[in-house]
Structure formats: structure tokens, C-alpha cells
């Protein structure tokens, strides 16, 4: 009986654990869509999608808490009401971060600028061709896709309370041939 009881309450820990550390530290979350390609892959047959299997990665939750998110940083978060009346969907999103609070964005062209200044982005392949100035609101944060042309973002649907964020991803670990830091 005391072997098993032992046994019990060891397992018990170790879900408490678990949970613990998903809920407050680190969560895994699956790329649903190709807004994200080709930093983040989707798998097919879904639109857009290049790959067989899709990405799987971890965002860090405590890592908001513990410094301030930072352009460029791609982050998970959840969304405004708005993104499911646009974008047909609602839920936790991962993009990267663009615009911080209080900044302009502007898009002229499917090229991006910060206060004026053009945002260097080598991680995006393709780009579409909109054209737009968004002013990102005190304690908001403005996001947009990789795959421009693919992504229903921010452009969309407007500036993310610093409330949503969830987490920065911080590594790719599914599929093995695509682990590493995205």
C-alpha cells in the first residue's frame, strides 16, 4: 500500500508540475496557417501551406513578464474580437511584431515604415501590395505575417492590448529536421 501511494503522489507532482510550468512558463502551440512561411510552415493541403508537417513551437509566458516584447520578436497571442469577424477565425495567432506602442506603421506598396523609417525585414519572401497608416495606440502592440500576402493581421483588425500577448516563441522543436531557434 505504501509503494503505491508513493507512486501516486509522485505522479500527482509531476502534473501539477507540468501543468505549472504550461500555464506560467512555457506552452507549445501548432501553426495552423501559412501567415506565418516560410519562418513558420503549416502543413498541406491547407492554403498557402508548404510543408508535410507543421511547425510546433514554444512560447515563453514568462519571458513578457519579464522584459518588454521587442520588434521583430515573434509573438503568440490572443486576438480582438475584430480578427474573427475578418479574418473567419479567432484564437491564439503568432506573428511578429512590428509596431510598438505609440508608433506609426505605414505600408506603402507591401514595404513597411516605422516613424518614417523603412523596417528592414529579410524574413519576409513575399509581400503583397497594400498601402496604409495605422498609428498603434499607449500599451498596444501592431503585428503582421511573414507572408504578407497570406496573413490577416493587424492591417486587418488593429493593435493587440499588451494584455493578449501570451508568449515569444522562442524554438521550433517539430518536425526534427526543422528544430532550432525560428
Known sequence: MRIAIDWALT???A????????????TPYRIPSSSMEPTLKC???????TA?????????????????PSRGEIIVFRT???AAQKCGEG???VKRLIGLPGETVTERSGSVFVDGKPLDEPYVKRRDTRSGVWR??????????????????SRDW????RGNLIGTVVFRYWPPNRIGVP
Open 136 to 153: 498603434v495606440p499607449a500599451g498596444q502592440y501592431f503585428f503582421m505575417g511573414d507572408n504578407r500576402s497570406e496573413s490577416c493581421d
Open 52 to 68: 508535410r508537417f507543421a511547425d510546433r513551437v514554444l512560447a515563453c509566458r514568462i519571458c513578457l513578464d519579464l522584459s518588454s
Open 158 to 161: 488593429g493593435s493587440v492590448r
Open 80 to 82: 480582438p474580437p475584430e
Open 15 to 26: 502534473v501539477v508540475v507540468v501543468l505549472a510550468v504550461k500555464a506560467y512558463v512555457i
Open 43 to 49: 502543413a498541406t493541403p491547407a492554403l498557402g501551406c
Open 91 to 93: 484564437g491564439p495567432f
Open 11 to 13: 505522479i500527482v507532482a
